[in-house]
């Protein structure tokens, strides 16, 4: 008896998911806890594990198609069960043998050995993703080829029809001659071809956020700019024993997680929550850490980073780095946030205006180190200087407040022993 392999639940509220890459074909062999299919929410990417030994019969749902929690996507023969043919693979219709027979006055004449045309075969499944690709192309389900299992249309399939060069419609001879027609410009040289790709649960959660942070809160963003010479000795002096001593590189960002819970401390208001008709002022620090990820930018989250060293702040972040791009973060890691950080400087920006991830009243944005000339007890002097920008709801963050939290950030991160002496 093959088991179902069903979609599991993914997180609170969620009940409908898409089908990601299938790790497995149909006919693979897999062992238990081995990882089949990816399920994409607008949250976060789980897979979906084997639940024993045995092979993959059969492929319900394919990549980038819909699917609800519970329902069933495919199914594994268990090692030792006996085989369960697939519908699929059910023996095809074959043309039946008949004999003529003719009867005459008082004789009976067997005519010769015929044969019964075979049914037409129906029609090749079309997948829904498949569908709408053709759909959208204006072509027909017979214009694709289909590859997917027991021969059915796959997104794959489609894609390929729908880019295929089509012939042109026989256009009978005119009667006349007709008027010459205007040059035409040249045709442009090189490859123009569109790819259709389903957009992702995620991506698309992460655009409806970020349209609501700007349709219901009232953003604004103020801006400073940081001397990273005495962080950028420090990191130069410490940064082998450091590496040494903890197993972690000490990079940028715990100077600047610290610098925030510091700032947080002095400006509360930032760290808060408009949860009408109350303000939620929180006395930890959950700071969300924007990182890149194999499905798109995700924000997990360090919870109470006030009270976390630099060695682990370092260590926690390269771990969700890592399993990012991996897709193997925790769907409870990337909810609840205080406060956001996120880092542009990494891909070279060197000035931007980040939007606030809602519930959440603030986001720093960190952008490139440069060598500029600055003004130092009156000389011009050669120093690396960063932009750093702070984008708050202005509904709980007056600008004096803003202002504030920036000049904290700049002050610590510009004299680090700020943070041992807690001045």
Request: charged share 25%; net charge neutral; with cysteine.
């Amino acid at each position: 008896m093959p088991i179902e392999l069903k979609v599991p639940t993914v997180g609170e509220s969620i009940t409908e998911v898409m089908v990601g890459q299938w790790k497995k074909r149909e006919g693979d062999v897999v062992r238990t806890d081995e990882a089949l299919v990816e399920i994409e929410s607008d949250k976060a990417t789980v897979e979906l594990p084997a639940p024993a030994d045995g092979t993959i019969a059969r492929i319900l749902k394919g990549a980038g198609e819909k699917a609800v929690v519970g329902e069933v996507i495919g199914y594994l023969e268990q090692v030792g069960a006996a085989p369960s043919a697939p519908a699929s693979a059910a023996t095809p219709p074959t043309a039946a043998t008949f004999v003529e027979v003719t009867r005459k006055a008082g004789r009976t004449d067997i005519g010769p050995v015929g044969r019964v045309p075979a049914p037409p075969e129906a029609a090749p499944r079309v997948m829904p993703a498949a569908q709408r690709v053709l759909g959208e192309a204006g072509l027909p389900a017979t214009a694709a080829t289909g590859t997917g299992p027991g021969g059915r249309v796959t997104r794959a399939d489609a894609v390929a029809a729908a880019s295929a060069p089509r012939a042109p419609a026989p256009v009978s001879p005119p009667a006349a001659r007709p008027p010459a027609a205007a040059p035409q410009p040249p045709a442009p040289r090189g490859a123009r071809e569109e790819r259709l790709v389903l957009i992702s649960p995620i991506r698309r959660r992460i655009a409806e956020r970020l349209v609501e942070a700007q349709q219901q809160a009232a953003l604004l963003t103020t801006f400073n700019e940081v001397d990273m010479s005495a962080v950028m000795a420090l990191r130069a002096k410490f940064k082998d024993s450091f590496q040494e001593r903890h197993g972690a590189k000490l990079g940028f960002m715990s100077f600047f997680v610290r610098a925030v819970v510091e700032a947080l401390r002095v400006v509360p208001q930032v760290n808060a929550e408009l949860r009408d008709p109350h303000v939620v002022y929180r006395d930890y620090c959950d700071i969300g850490i924007a990182v890149g990820g194999g499905k798109g930018l995700v924000v997990p989250v360090l919870r109470n980073a006030e009270s976390l060293s630099f060695a682990q702040i370092e260590a926690g972040i390269a771990d969700f780095a890592r399993r990012a791009g991996e897709n193997k973060l925790k769907l409870e890691e990337l909810q609840g946030g205080t406060f956001t950080i996120s880092n542009g400087g990494v891909y070279g920006s060197l000035l931007s205006t980040p939007i606030v991830n809602p519930p959440q009243s603030g986001i720093l944005g960190l952008h490139a180190i440069q060598d500029r000339p600055v003004a130092v007890a009156g000389q011009v002097v050669i120093r690396p200087m960063m932009y750093i920008a702070l984008t708050y709801d202005h509904r709980l963050v007056d600008g004096r407040e803003a202002v504030t939290f920036l000049r904290r950030v700049k002050e610590t991160v510009e004299d680090p022993g700020r943070l041992l002496l807690e001045v």
